[in-house]
């Protein structure tokens, strides 16, 4: 099966800054990556699918780019309600695995 | 409005088994592909499970194949995911997700509050 890592596994940074996370595909998947965002206590949701494509309703402050093995989502401009744990998930085929998960807090 | 209410969860003996239920409204259910995904206390996301809009094709994780089966009922809007010989690291929050309607697949863009399953003795 197709491994997703991520990295860092955590991270803090200032209100303002620009964040970026990687997520890296043990072999090849084309673009078939979603990013998921996971406040505490509550429900991932969906930001990027396509590994580039902008989920409805979501700030345009975020970013997602790669293919093949390597992966990014970029947060432009870290904002207080960004605090998550962000995760990465394959969907090429099955399993649909999801990276370890990167938590984002804020300096 | 999409709404997903997973239902179901409970606390079970070591080798028991479950019938977890998603009750799906809002959208055309027998359209979606639908997933199962869990996430123990504290830890990350784990995907176990998916099925396609017939009920005809599925997947399952390794570590609950064989122990772990998805259905679907149309009709009722409603999907289900038995659950046998639990086992301790079974123990999470076990969520439904909505998957993709035909070959645009989008990840999953729709989740339940998720059900809570705890093995225990």
């Known amino acids: 099966d197709i491994q997703m890592t991520q990295s860092p596994s955590s991270l803090s940074a200032s209100v303002g800054d620009r964040v970026t996370i990687t997520c890296r595909a043990s072999q090849g998947i084309s673009n078939s990556l979603a990013w998921y965002q996971q406040k505490p206590g509550k429900v991932p949701k969906l930001l990027i699918y396509?590994?580039?494509t902008l989920q409805s309703g979501v700030p345009s402050r975020f970013s997602g780019s790669g293919s093949g093995t390597d992966f990014t989502l970029t947060i432009s401009s870290l904002q207080p309600e960004d605090v998550a744990t962000y995760y990465c998930q394959k969907y090429n085929s099955a399993p649909w695995t999801f990276g370890q998960g990167t938590k984002v807090e804020i300096k | 409005e999409v709404h997903l209410s997973e239902s179901g969860g409970g606390l079970v003996q070591p080798g028991g088994s479950l019938r977890l239920s998603c009750a799906a409204s809002?959208?055309?259910?027998?359209?979606?592909?639908m997933h199962w995904v869990r996430q123990a206390p504290g830890e990350g996301l784990v995907w176990i499970s998916h099925?396609?809009?017939?009920?005809?094709?599925?997947n399952y994780a390794d570590s609950v194949k064989g122990r772990f089966t998805i259905s679907r009922d149309n009709a009722k809007s409603t999907l289900y995911l038995q659950v046998n010989s639990l086992r301790d690291e079974d123990t999470a929050v076990y969520f439904c997700a909505r998957g993709a309607a035909g070959s645009m697949i989008v990840g999953n863009d729709y989740w339940g509050q998720g059900t809570l399953v705890i093995v225990s003795s």
């Open positions: 099925i396609n809009n017939d009920g005809k094709r599925t």
């Open positions: 809002g959208f055309t259910f027998s359209n979606h592909w």
């Open positions: 396509a590994a580039s």
